[in-house]
């Protein structure tokens, strides 16, 4: 999705920096005034007038040990606001995945409990001790336990990992015909060749997702007159706990709201007269050029 997003932009005309970091918001008195940036490959920074800005960093997965995040993931965002002066809320509230695979040729990814109702997960003395807290939480399928339950799983197996346990996925008793279930192959998410269906594999928590963020009103509209939000880097929309799907529905509602307020912002007669024309002489050359 992220590939045609950039290649319709380009088609637009869209000036794309990559190897580009923001390092800080320019605030001036009356709001945003523009970015400050670093380009990594040259060593080089500066920066360019813009009235509207829009954060879309994501979040900060990659400052945990296991994360199925990309390594890119580093709080950028969570940064570049506080230094602006923003406030931060619900940061307290990070969603762990219960079960991502932990042992050395397997990707560090989640794995879905709806396996449960295909697997066994045991302790270290194969007791099903997952499972036996089913009827505690008021669920009774791994499938349930994925969909309301998740959190108590993950605080459950970090527990158990605290104290020296072990959680193991039992894929050499998995069924051959079980591999064709939908619920299956969203969970495994990649192939198992017979050779890593002949033991136990060690799974445990993984961080997946920041619901903290930076507070927005309904058009990504921060304190900050002209600077906006969308995405994992915003606050206040999903509470304590995000729901599975609201991600890719909070990217697509409020990256489109954002997107057309801050245009909005841009072209007011107040704005900033003519940001593009302060970018600075390497990024319109490299734009003269053909190069991104």
Not at 45 to 66: D, H, P
Not at 132 to 145: H, I, M, N, Q, R
Not at 220 to 245: H, K, N, Q, W, Y
Request: glycine residues 12%.
């Amino acid at each position: 999705m992220t590939r045609e997003l950039a290649s319709i932009a380009r088609r637009e005309g869209v000036v794309i920096l990559e190897n580009h970091i923001a390092s800080r918001l320019l605030v001036g008195t009356h709001g945003v005034e523009g970015v400050e940036a670093v380009d990594w490959k040259r060593g080089k920074a500066f920066s360019f007038g813009a009235s509207a800005v829009i954060l879309a960093t994501g979040g900060g997965g990659a400052i945990y040990e296991r994360t199925d995040n990309p390594l890119r993931m580093t709080g950028d965002g969570y940064a570049l606001a506080l230094d602006a002066g923003l406030e931060l809320v619900d940061m307290e509230y990070v969603q762990f995945y219960p079960m991502g695979w932990d042992q050395k040729g397997y990707p560090v990814w989640m794995v879905g409990l709806g396996l449960l109702d295909y697997i066994p997960v045991t302790d270290e003395n194969e007791r099903e001790f997952l499972k036996e807290a089913f009827p505690l939480w008021g669920v009774s399928t791994g499938k349930e336990a994925n969909l309301f339950a998740r959190d108590r799983a993950a605080l459950l197996l970090a527990g158990h990992a605290v104290k020296g346990g072990r959680t193991l996925l039992h894929l050499e008793k998995f069924r051959e015909e079980a591999l064709s279930l939908p619920d299956v192959q969203a969970s495994l998410l990649f192939d198992l060749p017979p050779e890593k269906r002949s033991a136990p594999v060690h799974v445990s928590p993984v961080q997946h997702y920041f619901t903290g963020g930076v507070p927005m009103d309904s058009e990504g509209r921060t304190s900050i007159p002209g600077l906006f939000v969308c995405g994992e880097v915003s606050g206040g929309v999903d509470g304590a706990s995000r729901m599975g799907g609201n991600a890719l529905t909070n990217i697509l509602v409020f990256g489109l709201r954002a997107g057309k307020a801050a245009a909005e912002e841009a072209m007011a007669p107040s704005a900033v007269p003519d940001a593009v024309s302060r970018l600075p002489e390497c990024v319109l050359r490299s734009e003269r050029e053909g190069v991104s």
